[in-house]
Antibody
Framework: QVQFVQSGAEVKRPGASVKVSCRAS????????MHWVRQAPGQRPEWMGW????????GYSQTFQGRLTLTRDISASTVFMELRNLRSEDTAVYFC????????????WGKGTTVTVSS | SYELTQPPSVSVSPGQTARITCSGD??????PYWYQQKSGQAPVLVNY???KRPSGIPERFSGSISGTMATLTISGAQVEDEADYYC???????????FGGGTKLTVL
């Protein structure tokens, strides 16, 4: 079955960077895109961006332009999300979610990685 | 920016029909995706693209759209359907992809 294993919880200082990984299994990795969505405590989810697993094309929400980089390692069926210049408002659970080609649909989600930004 | 508006809460008794709405200017052309999120868990897709359901999602979950309002209908709601429900869609420029504010469904 389709599964995602995300890296463990992180605690970072303001101004630092965080890199979260998402390893996929149970499907053809390069057939789909991967999206990243975050959810701050008590808030609605927030779409961050996507990456094509096949060719590495990316698209980012304007909210994160300049701070967010998505990459992938095809050999490891893994996608990475790096967010730089962290601030307290970036404290959230970060989810990876699979995206069928040609749509904005996110059909299967990882369990999430908690990132806490605190001085 | 773009906004999708949902009621904060909906409450029904077990076996009743729950209707959760989502309003947005682009919805007539951009059918929303509906996600169920239980406490402490990742969202789960329950309805998409002209009332399709992923495998494993009960038939009681259905979606519809009329003008700028989409509705997720849970026919015969069960206690296990208690969760937050979010709609997700994009605007006509395809620039903004947003979630609605979420609706807390209570079944008791």
């Amino acid at each position: 079955q389709v599964q995602f294993v995300q890296s463990g919880a992180e605690v970072k200082r303001p101004g630092a960077s965080v890199k979260v990984s998402c390893r996929a299994s149970g499907y053809s990795f390069t057939t789909y895109a991967m999206h990243w969505v975050r959810q701050a405590p008590g808030q609605r989810p927030e779409w961050m961006g996507w990456i094509s697993a096949a060719v590495g094309n990316t698209g980012y929400s304007q909210t994160f332009q300049g701070r967010l980089t998505l990459t992938r390692d095809i050999s490891a069926s893994t996608v990475f999300m790096e967010l730089r210049n962290l601030r307290s408002e970036d404290t959230a659970v970060y989810f990876c979610a699979r995206g069928p080609p040609g749509t904005i649909l996110m059909d299967v989600w990882g369990k999430g990685t908690t990132v806490t930004v605190s001085s | 920016s773009y906004e999708l508006t949902q009621p904060p809460s909906v409450s029904v008794s077990p076996g009743q029909t729950a209707r959760i709405t989502c309003s947005g200017d682009a919805l007539p052309e951009k059918y929303p995706y509906w996600y169920q999120q239980k406490s402490g868990q990742a969202p789960v897709l329950v309805n998409y693209e002209d009332n399709k359901r992923p495998s494993g999602i009960p038939e009681r979950f259905s979606g519809s759209i009329s003008g700028t309002m989409a509705t997720l209908t849970i026919s015969g709601a069960q206690v296990e359907d208690e969760a937050d429900y979010y709609c997700f869609s994009r605007d006509n420029t395809e620039i903004y992809r947003v979630f609605g504010g979420g609706t807390k469904l209570t079944v008791l």
